[in-house]
């Protein structure tokens, strides 16, 4: 029998726009290739937090869906900032990124409360961030995806950055940095998905979740020649 890792899904109803759904079929996919057995759990607003969960994964939405989902992320924010302390993966993008932090102020000037698990704010500015992005992290290589947001994120002390940026914006218009890491947890504005453009960061939450619940990760040897393909071709999108 293989053993399990167990992927929660937070919010897909309200906070799954431009494309991240794709993050979590791609942990699926490659799960199933390291010889490991996925399973994958949808968390919407009411639902019951699940006992047993390896890896966590969030997208974005509008500001209108982060309001929806608000309240309810604050009841488990004690149980997300439990998890993320004892070194569960987490990938959280655009929408869930900012509300991962301490606040999110929004365009028309009402705040809405974050769980404070990132040690990162959000205020939105007078222009919205849009188009191809290009990273380089020492750990992950050149980071490439596709931003969208007005949210203007800056990191406090306790937080790393994901990539310094080589084309885009990032987390704002004068950092020339994109994302947060703090414990296992990432947080990033690429949407369009992050991870079918970056297996290396897919394998690196496996990785993590498989030591984490059974001590030890064996990879397997996975052919990634579209993936390089997709990473090629996307390198060469105009900003």
């Known amino acids: 029998m293989k053993k399990q890792l167990v992927i929660l899904q937070l919010y897909p109803r309200d906070m ?39 890896i966590i994964v969030g997208g974005g939405g509008q500001d209108s869906g982060q309001d929806k989902i608000k309240d309810d992320l604050m009841k488990i924010g004690s149980k997300l900032r439990e998890l993320a302390k004892d070194g569960t993966p987490m990938l959280m993008i655009c929408g869930l990124y900012q509300l991962f932090g301490k606040y999110f102020k929004t365009q028309d000037g009402h705040t809405i409360d974050g769980i404070g698990l990132l040690d990162i704010s959000t205020v939105a500015g007078p222009e919205r961030l849009i188009g191809n992005i290009v990273t380089h992290s020492e750990q992950f290589g050149d980071i490439i995806g596709y931003e969208n947001h007005s949210g203007q ?41 992050l991870l079918p453009k970056n297996p290396t960061i897919a394998d690196w939450l496996i990785e993590q979740a498989a030591i984490k619940k059974f001590g030890d990760f064996v990879a397997a040897d996975i052919d990634d020649r579209l993936a390089k393909l997709a990473r090629k071709h996307a390198l060469r999108r105009p900003r």
Do not use: C
């Open 16 to 54: 799954n726009i431009y494309g991240d759904h794709g993050n979590t079929l791609v942990l699926e996919k490659r799960i199933k290739w390291h010889s490991y057995e996925p399973k994958v759990i949808n968390y919407n607003p009411g639902d019951t937090f699940p006992d047993d969960v390896d």
């Open 153 to 193: 994120t800056f990191l406090g002390e306790g937080v790393q950055p994901l990539g310094t940026v080589i084309q885009g914006a990032g987390n704002n218009s004068r950092d020339g940095i994109e994302g947060a890491r703090q414990y296992n947890v990432i947080g990033s504005y690429m949407h369009g998905s």
